[in-house]
């Protein structure tokens, strides 16, 4: 049985930076072949980024690349160049998916808009990665995983504690990024499941915004309901006010433990009894599934004071037999060192680069990330694929169609 559900589905990719090329990452996974179209020129202005926070990458491969590309084959086109246009539209006509992130202008200014590609193939998925949406007065305006789906989305605000000096920023580079191509990527992945059952093809819209909406849209809903922003938690606090067993608990070496049992009624006692206060198992006090506030504090209090006499690696060999949810609080590099990641193989050695795969697995099979493309590394091989010869790609190349 296949773990490549998309395999023989082809996808024309137009795009830049992170998040629509994240969507055609997670395709190339699922086993569509993805030829990323690049600029003649300067490529993807990705390829560029280096300096990332306090993290600098120096020379190649380029992780703040391979993430969103991996398994891509790519080709450098100058599609503003007549004849450079002629193969996008070559191209356009024996793909099953048209994945875009530019805007309406620029689409329109170099004929690549619904109607253009549509009208060398009119059952073409056309698929669209926005900052603002498809619709409304700022549709046609730009954004960044920053602007539209951290801060507009409601995410920034609502994890600022009260009074802080600024705004929480992403925890990571391409965060809300990575979660809109993922969307992106699956809504591409109905439409194709649609085409199959009717031949009617479909424009597919996923937006930073509306990522970030739906990332919230539990809080939001909740906000909605009670006429209430949610607001962040100070530094440090417990997270919440009538129930121990959910929050975090600092360990002796500095690290942290993170507790989340909605029924703490349920799992008080064996609590208790695995960090060493079974004393406190059938305290009447604490076996409610809503404690008093009072409660609560004294509760976390016993519990802060055990789990600050071990260690984090003491306290994982103490609760494997706990049986309620529990995890360490690890780090973007304590992460990738994790038995139950490895196991599952949700981070993977590509070439000596480790990369996160994509989360979906068919088959109970991991995805296998492939090496992101050199800039235009596949030029001559696709131009082979149309049926050109060597002559003419050389007059290509002169004319700076192609690189």
């Keep these: 049985m296949s773990s490549r559900p998309l395999d023989g589905v082809r996808v024309l990719e137009v795009a ?74 070559e191209l356009a006509r024996r793909a099953d998916v048209f994945l875009t992130s530019f805007l309406p202008k620029v689409r329109t200014r170099l004929g690549i808009d619904v109607d253009d590609i549509r009208a060398v193939n009119p059952k073409i998925i056309y698929a669209r990665g926005s900052a603002l949406g498809p619709r409304g ?44 191509g993922t969307n992106l990527a699956g809504g591409i992945a109905a439409a194709l499941f649609r085409r199959e059952r009717t031949g009617e093809p479909s424009i597919v819209d996923v937006s930073l915004l509306g990522s970030g909406v739906w990332a919230m849209g539990h809080g939001i809903a909740l906000s909605a309901w009670v006429n209430k922003p949610f607001e962040g938690l100070p ?44 004393d406190l198992a059938d305290d009447p006090r604490f076996l409610a599934d809503e404690l008093t506030p009072q409660a609560t504090a004294e509760a976390v209090a016993a519990l802060a004071e055990a789990f600050a006499q071990r260690t984090l690696p003491e306290w994982t060999e103490r609760l494997a037999t706990l049986s309620g949810p529990w995890a360490p609080v690890q780090d973007s590099l304590q992460v990738s060192a994790d038995p139950q990641v490895l196991a599952n193989e949700y981070v993977i050695d590509v070439d000596g680069m480790k990369l996160a795969a994509n989360p979906v697995q068919f088959d109970v099979t991991a995805p296998e990330p492939r090496p992101a493309p050199e800039f235009a590394a596949q030029t001559e091989e696709i131009l082979l694929e149309l049926g050109m010869d060597w002559d003419r790609i050389g007059e290509l190349k002169s004319v700076g169609a192609v690189t």
């Excluded at 990323?36 to 020379?59: C, F, I, N, W, Y």
């Excluded at 409601?154 to 990571?172: I, Q």
């Design 235 to 278: 530094l440090g606090a417990h997270g919440a006010v009538t129930n121990p067993l959910s929050g975090t608990y600092r360990t002796k070496d500095d690290r942290f433990v993170s507790l989340v049992m909605l029924q703490p009624a349920r799992f008080w006692a064996d609590v208790c009894h695995h960090i060493g206060r079974s």
């Design 137 to 180: 007065a700022e549709s046609s305006k730009g954004g960044f995983d920053m602007t539209a789906f951290w801060s507009r989305g409601s995410t920034a605000a609502s994890l600022t504690p009260p009074g802080s000096p600024g705004v929480v920023p992403p925890p990571g580079p391409a965060y809300g990024d990575t979660i809109s």
């Design 16 to 89: 830049m930076y992170g998040f629509v090329p994240s969507a055609g990452a997670v395709l190339a996974e699922w086993g569509a072949e993805v030829i990323k179209v690049e600029h003649a020129v300067s490529g993807d202005p990705q390829r560029g980024l280096r300096q990332v926070g306090t993290m600098r990458v120096e020379g190649e491969p380029n992780p703040n690349v391979w993430h969103g590309n991996r398994g891509k084959r790519s080709i450098g086109l100058d599609i503003a160049n007549p004849a450079g246009k002629e193969i996008l539209l």
